[in-house]
């Protein structure tokens, strides 16, 4: 098996690869408050097969909340029904679920500044053959977060039922109005 | 290179606990990959910065599955049940050189003959991440000679 399947299987990076064959290609580190982060232009990344989201993040939610769910919104499609599957642990118990989601999808869960400046979540998700135009767009991510008063692990996966290349991906908080600076979003090709 | 191995480990010998030290501190994630048998069916954890306050820094959530059934706890630094039979783990640390975070941990791990496993953890600490160790607690179960361990640095 090659290093570079082992690392998509074994989700979210294992293995490596040989030169160029898993590369950086953006990072966005928020330097402020910021309501959304944009990585556009996806189409010059066809190069690689398969693109992979590395995202530390906080957003402002203010108390009660404890959590913060991040949203993605596949190649500007604001108006199609995104459909999910979840699995998740919250250190209780473990739950399945499904929804759809109209514009917009989830991807994964973070933490609200409100409970500790220095504590950030973190997501991983995979987009595989991200340029192809006859498949639906799908992802799955990898997520989770611990605080005081509320930890999560999620699995996660997204779809948008339309067969297109995926051109751009927009996160946003869903519970929120910014993710705080300090928020990293980094996007990988791998071939 | 963007995603580059930094260090390996075979064990020659069984050995209780593995550590990378000194780790390179230029690259966003660390990945640590773990192929290994154990002397018994156990609990193994993670550790960072020679840091043994686990109680008070280390807080872990996970799920589980397996033997027909699933279940969610919390824990200090989990980093999964391992085995006799081959396992694996990989773990992730994210942003492990920034000073301003505490560090958070993706962890998957699994026992041929037990549970899978996924895991978020957090290092409640804003220093850089310059060691990790891989250990059984308890200090009595060992990974095997032949179990591999290997560090890699992902670029931001």
């Known amino acids: ?9 074994n989700s979210q990076a294992a293995g490596g690869g040989a030169a ?6 953006e990072t966005t580190t928020l330097a402020s408050d910021t309501a959304s982060v944009t ?15 590395r995202i530390v993040s906080q957003t402002d939610r203010s108390s009660p909340g404890t959590l913060d769910i991040i949203s993605v919104e596949l190649s500007g499609d604001t108006t199609s029904s995104y459909r999910r599957h979840v699995l998740n ?9 499904s929804g759809t989601l109209g514009g917009r999808n989830y991807i994964g869960y973070t933490n609200a500044v409100n409970q500790g400046a220095d504590n950030y979540g973190t997501t991983v998700a995979d987009f595989l053959d991200f340029s192809n135009v006859n498949k639906n767009t799908v992802y799955r991510s990898f ?31 869903e519970l929120s109005s910014n993710f705080t600076a300090g928020s990293r979003f980094s996007l990988y090709g791998i071939k | 290179m963007t995603y580059e191995l930094l260090d390996s480990t075979t064990l ?8 990378f030290t000194s780790i390179d501190q230029s690259y966003g994630d660390l990945v640590v990959v773990v192929n290994c048998e154990t002397s018994a069916n156990e609990s193994f954890h993670w550790e960072v910065n020679n840091d043994a306050d686990y109680n008070t820094n280390y807080f ?7 033997n027909n059934n699933v279940a969610s706890s919390t824990s200090s630094n989990l980093l999964g049940f391992l085995g006799s039979s ?19 941990v993706l962890l998957r791990s699994n026992t041929t003959d037990n549970y899978v496993y996924a895991l978020a953890g957090r290092y409640a600490d804003n220093a850089a991440i310059t060691t990790i160790k891989v250990l059984n607690k308890a200090g009595s179960t060992t990974f095997s000679a032949g179990s591999t361990f290997s560090l890699y640095g992902i670029a931001k």
């Open chain 1, 1 to 9: 098996m090659s290093f570079v399947l082992l690392g998509i299987l």
């Open chain 1, 20 to 25: 160029g064959d898993f590369e950086l290609l």
């Open chain 1, 39 to 53: 990585f556009s232009g996806l189409g010059s990344y066809t190069d690689y097969k398969h693109l992979q989201m």
């Open chain 1, 89 to 97: 642990g919250n250190g209780s118990s473990v739950s399945s679920s």
């Open chain 1, 143 to 173: 997520s989770g977060f611990t605080n005081s008063n509320a930890s999560e692990i999620m699995l996660f996966s997204g779809s948008n039922f339309v067969a297109e290349a995926l051109t751009s991906l927009k996160f946003t908080p």
């Open chain 2, 12 to 19: 020659a010998s069984a050995a209780s606990s593995v550590t």
């Open chain 2, 60 to 66: 872990t959530v996970w799920m589980r599955g397996g």
């Open chain 2, 86 to 104: 081959m396992s694996n783990a990989i773990l992730q640390f994210m942003d492990y050189s920034a000073t301003d975070k505490h560090k958070s």
